[in-house]
């Protein structure tokens, strides 16, 4: 073998360690393969993982007190093998100011079909709105929840300024697969309503049902819209009224919630807020990418409803992962401050945490996962916004 | 759990992507280099209880699955369409948009040509630019070291005519 004929193979070599490290699966490939793989292990085995990593969570925190130890065996037990219960407790306590209410058991988030792990978790959309914005356009945007302040969506430098209240050292994970046609025709049912010519209608109301939209990381969501000729006579209250046109259709939410009211124009939005019961106790609400809380809306105009939207009610498989630490949860949320000496980009002191759930969609299946929703006000121009960041609070 | 046996997760986040591209590199398609790693990790995590690591290294079983489950596709589907295209020196299809963003452009049609040796030297490329010794090479294809890297260049020597023939 001549030289050039040595440097040309040395050369061919180099690009084939280039062609082969670089030739990899598409995004998403890693998370959807280990989703299957864990999926069909068998259930004995996924329960037994389940109990074990849950027995060895509770040796790592000794610290944790037996009652609460107890609490959490006993919300466990009943999240892996309770499937949809019937026990209603009262109410959840009055957050967002209005009526609160607790239709269904802790156990019954939908319903729960297994328990095992899921493996590595994707990251949910809300993390990734989190990321720092390209410094070129800063923007903001006005929410759509419940609370009046701006969401700012621009660049911003971040301080850690509040104490970290959450004390939580493990949450659960659901996990709900992309509802099957027979499954979008069993719920239209539910609601009244039966297939005609490719929709969805029952009698004074039609019903459209749409799956997982990645784009906007919502759940299979269903709208509901009354003929006006129709309508029930009002209720006393804006509520009482939401209240009767979901409970007419069977849609009165199966899982915690607390309900306030918005108005926009000659719009009032009841709102039922979802939330995730926690081990502790406590319950979690689900946000959106913006970290706005949402759930089911009825919109109400003079009184009566004019349409509401809401997620499908889904089975939900749940797995229990450790939470991460105060502190590693206030680097993630720091690392995703711009560090920009610029003058347009404000500093804000985020001095509010919160565990909530977010949505990561997967392919065929999606995940509730635990955030952990940072939150800091500040003033620009004598505009008050408020700044959010959403980090993983539990591994991958 | 054995104390010389990494947690089965190590293992998967370790060789995915290395298992892919090795498949990759025997297959048309990136759909079908998926579903071939898919079957690989499948087989291998349900056989992972009786994986012996003083026996062999991870890389080296793990290999050995990918390429068994490799061979499979093409008893399973013929080597027809594989022939054709050798024989038509066809640049290897790919109808997926994803994944040809997802790959890098200028390896594609290098990989194609491995894809178009001779079975043997074929793995001799793929499974050492996959980061196998030539010692597990050897083993892999019931041959000794020497022996596998003779193999290897060989198969080095015949890429680079095969390139050189579609450059001409």
Redo the contacts between chains.
């Keep these: 073998m001549n030289d050039d004929d040595d440097l040309?193979?040395q050369a061919?070599?180099r690009?084939?360690?280039?062609?082969?490290?670089?030739?990899?699966?598409?995004?998403g490939?890693?998370d959807e393969?280990?989703s299957?793989?864990q999926a069909?292990r068998p259930l004995w085995s996924r329960v037994g993982d389940f109990f074990s990593g849950l027995v060895a969570s509770i040796r790592e925190a000794p610290a944790v007190p037996a009652a609460a130890v107890a609490v959490v065996l006993v919300v466990a037990l009943g999240i892996g093998i309770i499937a949809r219960s019937g026990v209603h407790f009262g109410g959840a306590g009055g957050a967002g100011g209005a009526a609160t209410s607790n239709e269904f058991s802790s156990t019954a988030q939908g319903a729960s079909r297994s328990a095992g792990t899921f493996?590595?978790l994707p990251v949910p959309a809300a993390v990734a709105a989190s990321a720092p914005p390209k410094l070129a356009n800063p923007s903001n945007d006005t929410g759509a929840g419940p609370a009046s302040a701006i969401a700012y969506a621009g660049p911003v430098n971040l301080v850690w300024a509040g104490q970290f209240t959450v004390s939580i050292t493990n949450a659960p994970v659901y996990r709900y697969y992309e509802p099957s046609p027979a499954e979008v025709d069993q719920f239209a049912t539910s609601t009244g309503a039966s297939r005609q010519s490719g929709s969805y209608a029952g009698n004074g109301f039609v019903l459209a049902v749409s799956g997982t939209n990645p784009a906007s990381a919502r759940e299979p969501s269903y709208a509901i819209t009354p003929d006006r000729s129709k309508l029930p006579a009002p209720g006393p209250t804006a509520v009482d009224t939401a209240n009767a046109f979901l409970a007419a259709h069977g849609l009165v939410p199966m899982w915690p919630y607390t309900v306030t009211t918005t108005q926009v124009a000659d719009v009032v939005r009841v709102l039922y807020l979802r939330q995730f019961d926690m081990p502790d106790g406590g319950h979690a609400y689900l946000v959106d990418p913006s970290g706005e809380r949402y759930g089911i809306e009825v919109d109400l105009r003079s009184g009566q409803p004019l349409q509401a939207l809401g997620p499908m009610l889904l089975y939900l498989d749940v797995a229990v992962y450790p939470v991460i630490s105060a502190d590693q949860a206030v680097r993630s949320a720091l690392a995703t401050s711009a560090n920009s000496a610029a003058s347009n980009v404000p500093t804000v002191r985020l001095t509010s945490v919160e565990l909530v759930y977010a949505l990561a969609v997967a392919g065929d299946h999606s995940f509730y996962e635990p955030v952990f929703l940072f939150s800091g006000t500040f003033t620009q121009n004598g505009i008050a916004y408020v700044k959010r960041v959403i980090v993983p609070a539990v591994g991958p | 759990m054995l104390a010389d046996r990494p947690p089965f997760e190590d293992l998967y986040r370790d060789f995915l992507g290395r298992i892919y591209a090795y498949v990759r590199a025997q297959v048309t398609s990136s759909a079908d280099a998926e579903d071939i790693t898919a079957q690989v990790f499948m087989n291998a995590y349900q056989a992972y209880e009786r994986f012996e690591a003083r026996n062999t290294t991870p890389a080296a079983w793990l290999f050995r699955i990918a390429r068994n489950a490799t061979l499979d596709h093409f008893r399973a589907h013929g080597r027809r369409e594989r022939l054709r295209r050798t024989i038509e020196h066809q640049p290897v299809s790919e109808h997926d948009p994803a994944g040809m963003a997802e790959e890098r452009i200028q390896y594609r049609a290098l990989l194609a040509h491995v894809a178009r040796l001779p079975e043997r030297q074929r793995d001799a490329i793929s499974l050492r630019h996959s980061g196998l010794t030539f010692e597990e090479v050897g083993v892999l294809l019931s041959c000794t070291e020497d022996a596998a890297k003779m193999l290897y260049h060989r198969a080095l020597k015949a890429l680079r005519e095969s390139a050189r023939e579609e450059m001409a």
């Design positions: 040309e193979l061919l070599q690009r084939l360690d280039d062609a082969f490290q670089t030739t990899r699966p598409r995004a490939f890693e393969l280990w299957m793989m069909r493996g590595r």
